[in-house]
């Protein structure tokens, strides 16, 4: 570590520069010389949650300022950089001056906006100067690599030592225990690992060394010098979060051990506890889970600290619902969504940052799919769900996983404890954005157009619009209707999987759409498609809209509202359909999945399993949370939460009614609309027994000797898959003559009744 106070001297014809214990000179803009004092008093580096930076209400790095002299200095002619060869890098703003003995925070997060600078500090280690306007060096440090939260200082303050600090004070002098050398104490050993636990528990604690005191707290906050002392064994008979840390003279204290205890609990969903200091939630000025002093006085509450994009530090443990603990690490958090903020149980985002100790949250949250990594994970109160069923839109997304090629967030239902105490069901969701393209769909993260429709614009979340300009551009220009235009759209957008999409949203009768809630990404690299991405779905399924609702008209209307399904909306699908082979397509992979993704039996059973695995959790978040104003005013249900779990079983109720009766509804739509002439029933087998599938226009039957409706008088393309071990030797029970492709594939157009069989035979070796 090396450091240096330069003083400057200036005469007419020479610069003198003479480095040591000096009193510097401070050197105004006409060149004369006075005598005065400024000094680089203190950096961090590293800053997760020491000091606060007040007027943006985020944890910056930052340097200070002190003048040590007796007369007040304009900084406005000075410069701060961090790299020594560019000496202009950032000039203080106009009008500020620094009194005598008076200290000030500069903060370094490139915002270059008053009295933050238009660099970063490197946590590596750098160098940080002050020249005058002359163009000499008052004063600089030398730093190297700094821990977390760990800053760099002079003690006394203007002083020609320097010492490491881990209890830092920002804008004001350097009294604090400091050490001269960056060595940290281990990690205190803690005897109870976290998790679920029945009765009082007894806590040991020791720390590998000998000097060495423990200190601990019970109320979230990272512990200091002068946090309860560790004396003797720990007694806990409730649900507890401790976190500790280890101190001894001449080092740092070193990382904080967190450890939930969940007492006499014995939740039955996974957990999520969150442990932070209180004031990152709760404090009236900067707490992110509260209304703060700006907000206004009605809902929704503008102004609120809650709709500020604050980031705070905590630290997460989730837990299996065996009580095993699989992850425990420190990242970043925001209050996430839109209008659901105003709710009184809020949803989360999880951030994994360098900054925290690690760039990913390391968990296999969903086992169905091969992703172990995240960048961003959502603690979802169910949006516009909540206060209602709280898992609405995952739902819909159980109904369609697997069952289809379209992009959505997974689910993993969660219950959520802050500080020990217990918040209730919260979703685990995949944050939509760019780092879900990439372990999704392998993008770069960095080279991806992500896209969001907000009234009648569309919002540039990543790279640009131009593309999505020029597809919209193709449109408007071009006769879908003929082959060759159509085929060429499809270079545009990934036509099979907007398809998909829109099937899911017209089933799902979803109200708050397609105005807003549309997301579409694509690569930014040549041949990529755009994909249209299921998500928020919380006003379907009979939360806004019956199960009667005739969303073909809805998506296809030409003088619609504002909100919700402006013409502007409504534009991309009504080209689409001018094309014949895509309406024919769309009517019969409608039908296909109205026999088997959304055959009421299966809905029914999904809506149970997740009603019955919630159920337990449901009686205590009601408990929770009930009473609590919603968003909801003006709709059909209750403005507030459920008042018990009877109540709820009737807000489920109304999902069941929608999964019983939206069938019929949606096949006399489709109908309507097209001006069809009913469905007739068909069978389909598959010959031998387990020898093969069926796909009925790209939907796959999942089991044989399977029975639904498709609309007569319209084709329907039939495709046999082989086992493994076998061929497809032809299909019978279909009318008339039919050419058959190589491929096992045919089109062929019912008029009444048939059973229809793929039949296969061994392959011969």
Known sequence: MRFATISVYLSVLTLLIILGSCTPIVIDETGNASIGTIF?????????????????????????????????IDLSLHYLTDNLKKQKKWQFPSGTVIEPGAYLVFWCDGDNID??????????????????????????????????DVSYGRKPDGGDTWLYFDETTAGSANTTQ??????????????????????????????????????YTLDGSIPRHNSTL??????????????????????????????????DENPTLPVVSIVTDPKHFFDQESGIYVKGPNAELVEPYYGANFWEDWERPVNVEFFERDGIEHLNMATGVKVYGGDSVRNAQKSLALYARDKYGSTTINYKFFPHKNIDQFVRIVLRNSGQDWPLTLFRDGLVYKLVEGRMDIDGNDFKPAVLYINGEYYGIQNIREKLDRYYLAVNHGADPDQVDLLVHHSDDVLVSEGDRQEYD??????????????????????????????????????????DWPAVNIKIWRKRESGARFRWILFDTDFGMGMWASYHRDMMEHATKTDGPVWPNPPWSTYVFRKMLENPGFKTDFIQRFAGHLATTFETQRMLQIVESLHDERLHEMTRTIER????????????????????IIEWEGIVDVMRTFATRRWDYMQQHLSAYFNLSGMVPLTFNVAPTDSGLISVNTVSLPSTGITGSWFAGV???????????????????????????????????????????????????
Do not use: C
Not at 716 to 725: E, F, K, M, Q, S
């Open 470 to 511: 020029n597809l919209i551009a193709f449109m408007e220009t071009h006769d879908l209707s003929v082959p060759e235009n159509f085929q060429q759209l499809g270079t545009l957008m990934d036509i099979n999987e907007y398809m998909n999409y829109m099937i899911v949203e017209l089933y799902i009768a979803n109200a």
């Open 115 to 148: 009295n933050h600078t238009n660099f970063k500090l490197g946590s590596e280690g750098e160098e940080v100067g002050i020249y005058n306007s002359v163009g000499m060096l008052v004063d600089y440090v030398e730093f190297d690599a700094m821990g977390r």
């Open 625 to 644: 949370w009930k009473g609590s104003p919603s968003n909801l005013r003006g709709a059909e249900f209750s403005p507030f939460f459920p008042a018990d």
């Open 230 to 263: 560790y004396s003797g064994p720990l007694t806990i008979n409730k649900t507890t979060v401790l976190r500790v840390r280890a101190f001894a003279n001449d080092y740092l204290p070193g990382e904080t051990v967190t450890r939930t205890y969940l007492v």
């Open 40 to 72: 680089i008093n203190e950096v961090m580096a590293w800053n997760t949650g020491s000091a606060f930076d007040d007027n943006k209400a985020t944890f910056p790095d930052w340097v200070e300022i002190y003048n040590g002299g007796n007369e007040p």
């Open 715 to 765: 084709p329907v393309t039939l495709t046999a898959a082989p086992a493994p071990g076998y061929v497809f030797t032809g299909w019978t029970g279909l009318p008339g003559e039919q050419t058959v492709g190589a491929d096992g594939s045919v089109s062929v157009t019912f008029s009444s009744a048939a059973a229809v069989t793929a039949v296969f035979v061994a392959a011969t070796q």
């Open 178 to 215: 400091g050490v001269t050398r960056q060595v940290f104490t281990p990690l205190p050993l803690v005897s109870l690992t976290a998790g679920f636990y029945n009765g009082p528990q007894v806590i040991r604690m020791n720390v590998e060394q000998a000097t060495a005191q423990i200190r």
